[in-house]
């Protein structure tokens, strides 16, 4: 059984408990600032900001920064947000603002750029490019409750010049982004030789790897298929890995300048074989001048092979002639 003082005791207490809740229902809470906050959605809350916020009492501070934003609040600023919800905000921290932040996906430029190339090759522009924004630090911030979805609504190139303007959208932004410029090149895989050859050495498919190079990094003259090096020969040195230009490699030589060649000669009934010696160098099915070594009249042949060329019958009166003596 409860004596007679205990009594008064709760009985004191339950008073003093709900003088406490009327008190705090007319004159609202005691708050304390949480500090510099991130949130997620459109809104800041006063709960967003302050400790001790009543459920049935908490209202809006401002609407929330652009995701990726933030937004500053100064003393005064929460101390009316405060009041008119019924609470006190006595600013024992003795803070001069605070700073409200919006999370936020963060799509990056060579995210942008990697949904433009596709875009670019889905349209039948090319296979590959390499794109690059004209702000390469640029970020795109997306809301955190929205799912982190990036769509091209318009997209303008110059096939020519690589120039080009696009247009994006994305959930919980709107429509109001402003277009993006940049330059997207074409990227072609060219053949290029795997080790440095030898000059004069005949290249086989085994010699060749494959390189990427933008479009507008070639010149004029280099080699973009395979079909240009396969069986041709290096006239001067060829780097490995580098760009092959047209006028580095040449057919393989077989008749090289200063060395000897059985030369023949046939017209109907008559087949005649004089030695000469080439006056240049000679690939195959080529037409070099040719010294005759006893005559040394000089006159044209067509190399056949290795130390073996056939004199041009309209150009070998002279040589043919003296050979018969």
């Keep these: 059984m409860i004596s007679r003082n205990t009594q008064k005791v709760l009985l004191q207490i339950a008073v003093l408990a ?46 929330s920064p652009a995701p990726g934003e933030r937004e500053l609040f100064r003393v005064h600023d929460l101390e009316d947000a405060a ?11 003795r803070v001069r603002r605070v700073t409200i932040t919006r999370a936020s996906h963060a799509v ?56 080009f303007e696009v247009s994006l959208s994305a959930p919980g932004l709107g429509s109001d982004l402003a277009p993006l410029r940049g330059r997207a090149t074409a990227v072609l895989e060219i053949p290029v030789l795997s080790s440095q050859l030898p000059i ?3 290249i086989s498919a085994s ?16 080699v973009l298929d395979a079909s240009e090096l396969i069986g041709m020969a290096p006239h001067r040195n060829v780097r490995a890995g580098q760009p092959v230009r047209r006028s580095d490699i040449g057919a393989l ?6 060395s000897r060649l059985r ?3 046939q017209v109907p009934g008559m087949s005649l074989t004089v030695i000469g010696e080439a006056l240049e160098d000679g690939a195959l099915g080529e037409v070099i001048r040719i010294r005759n070594t006893t005559t040394h009249n000089v006159f044209e042949a067509r190399i056949l092979g290795p130390g073996t060329a056939e004199a041009i019958p309209s150009l070998a009166a002279s040589p043919l002639t003296v050979s018969m003596n």
């Design 18 to 63: 709900g003088a406490t809740m009327l008190a705090t229902s007319a004159y609202g809470a005691e708050l304390t600032l949480r500090g510099d906050m991130e949130v997620i959605e459109d809104t800041i809350y006063l709960s967003d900001v302050f400790n001790g916020v009543p459920l049935d009492t908490d209202g809006i501070l401002a609407r």
């Design 83 to 93: 009041e008119r919800a019924g609470h006190t905000w006595a600013n024992d921290e």
């Design 108 to 163: 990056e430029a060579d995210e942008i750029a990697t949904l433009i190339e596709r875009t670019l090759v889905a349209e039948g522009y090319g296979d590959r490019f390499n794109v690059n924004l004209s702000n390469r630090s640029y970020v795109l911030h997306l809301p955190l409750d929205q799912a982190p979805s990036v769509a091209i609504e318009r997209l303008q190139h110059d096939a020519r010049t690589g120039y």
């Design 200 to 202: 004069n050495t005949e």
């Design 207 to 222: 010699d060749i790897n494959y390189i990427e190079v933008a479009a507008d990094r070639l010149s004029q003259g280099m």
């Design 253 to 258: 030589i077989v008749a090289e300048q200063g």
């Design 263 to 265: 030369i023949a000669y």
